[in-house]
């Protein structure tokens, strides 16, 4: 197996390579001065199971990874497998109105063209998967963050809202704690307040998680008012941090104790690593394919 990575995602790539114990190749990658892309995989050929480690975000890495995906198909990869850590596009996954284009589908569609199997991690839609035609897997990130808070004195774990109430319930249970998810609770006719639905946090150290924070909107709402209902500590932990704009900058001085990210997009507080999770993946599917073979 051959590990290659894309400029968004070469410190994954490489210890990626390091759990596997194999060949890591980084695809060189500059910009004409049109602003085209180049890039190039050195050395003579393949010849063997090729990993792609790139992201589909920003833009311009979406045309990296075709053309890294062109050139390791010339150099004779025996297989493609796209290691896709932040899948860009994943929120657009379907019209909301009329004359919208169906932006995830087109990102599957042309990613297809040269890989044997797509490998994203916490995809923000796992329906977006179901456009590739060759086999898919979206890997949690749970047991890594999970891991990683394991001896930090978190108390409780919460989602920001209900629609990530199971990520919640992932991490919480896989660090022996309790869980809950935030909501929006009616005081009165004119009061509404956001707090914890089932538990009460004063004097916790809770860790809330996610999978994105872009501007960082969510999880500021919500630390503010836990740190209201006399939270002791909030630590922040996402899959995906996209930060736009100066969110760190926002997030770290605003009442949030802790805030990191994996290292599906890299950053100043990407300090989890999903490598493991990845490698994991892959030694399982090479095993699945060798006993096939057998
Ligand atoms: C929403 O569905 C996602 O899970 C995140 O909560 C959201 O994308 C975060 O965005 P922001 O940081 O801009 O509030």
Do not use: W
């Given at each position: 197996?051959?590990?290659?990575?894309?400029?968004?995602?070469?410190?994954?790539?490489?210890?990626?390579?390091?759990?596997?114990?194999?060949?890591?190749?980084?695809a060189?990658?500059?910009?004409?001065?049109?602003?085209?892309?180049?890039?190039?995989?050195?050395?003579?050929?393949?010849?063997?199971?090729?990993v792609?480690?790139?992201?589909?975000?920003?833009?311009?890495?979406?045309?990296?990874?075709?053309?890294?995906?062109?050139?390791?198909?010339?150099?004779?990869?025996?297989?493609?497998?796209?290691?896709?850590?932040?899948?860009?596009?994943?929120?657009?996954?379907?019209?909301?109105?009329?004359?919208?284009?169906?932006?995830?589908?087109?990102?599957?569609?042309?990613?297809?063209?040269?890989?044997?199997?797509?490998?994203?991690?916490?995809?923000?839609?796992?329906?977006?998967?179901?456009?590739?035609?060759?086999?898919?897997k979206?890997?949690?990130?749970?047991?890594?963050?999970?891991?990683?808070?394991?001896?930090?004195?978190?108390?409780?774990?919460?989602?920001?809202?209900?629609?990530?109430?199971?990520?919640?319930?992932?991490?919480?249970n896989?660090?022996?704690?309790?869980?809950?998810?935030?909501?929006?609770?009616?005081?009165?006719?004119?009061?509404?307040?956001?707090?914890?639905?089932?538990?009460?946090?004063?004097?916790?150290?809770?860790?809330?998680?996610?999978?994105?924070?872009?501007?960082?909107?969510?999880?500021?709402?919500?630390?503010?008012?836990?740190?209201?209902?006399?939270a002791?500590?909030?630590?922040?932990?996402?899959?995906?941090?996209?930060?736009?704009?100066?969110?760190?900058?926002?997030?770290?001085?605003?009442?949030?104790?802790v805030?990191?990210?994996?290292?599906?997009?890299?950053?100043?507080?990407?300090?989890?690593?999903?490598?493991?999770?990845?490698?994991?993946?892959l030694?399982?599917?090479?095993?699945?394919?060798?006993l096939?073979?057998?």
């Amino acid at each position: 197996m051959i590990v290659i990575g894309g400029s968004t995602s070469r410190d994954l790539a490489k210890e990626l390579a390091m759990i596997l114990e194999c060949k890591c190749i980084l695809a060189s990658s500059t910009r004409f001065p049109d602003g085209e892309c180049y890039t190039r995989i050195e050395g003579e050929s393949l010849n063997d199971d090729v990993v792609i480690v790139q992201n589909t975000y920003p833009d311009q890495s979406i045309i990296e990874m075709l053309l890294i995906q062109d050139a390791a198909k010339r150099m004779g990869a025996k297989s493609i497998t796209l290691v896709i850590p932040y899948f860009g596009y994943a929120r657009q996954d379907r019209i909301f109105k009329p004359g919208e284009p169906e932006s995830a589908k087109v990102m599957a569609k042309h990613l297809d063209l040269a890989c044997d199997r797509v490998i994203t991690v916490d995809i923000h839609k796992e329906d977006v998967l179901k456009n590739f035609k060759c086999p898919t897997k979206d890997l949690k990130a749970s047991g890594a963050i999970a891991e990683f808070f394991m001896d930090k004195g978190i108390d409780i774990v919460l989602a920001p809202d209900a629609g990530a109430a199971e990520r919640a319930k992932d991490v919480g249970n896989r660090m022996g704690l309790p869980h809950d998810h935030l909501e929006k609770i009616r005081l009165s006719g004119t009061e509404v307040k956001i707090a914890p639905a089932n538990m009460d946090c004063d004097g916790k150290n809770v860790l809330i998680v996610d999978d994105i924070i872009a501007t960082g909107g969510t999880i500021l709402a919500a630390t503010i008012q836990l740190k209201q209902a006399g939270a002791k500590s909030v630590s922040v932990a996402c899959t995906h941090g996209v930060f736009t704009g100066d969110a760190i900058r926002r997030l770290t001085g605003n009442n949030i104790d802790v805030l990191l990210c994996c290292n599906t997009l890299e950053s100043e507080v990407s300090n989890i690593s999903v490598a493991s999770t990845v490698a994991d993946e892959l030694k399982r599917t090479k095993k699945k394919r060798l006993l096939r073979k057998s």
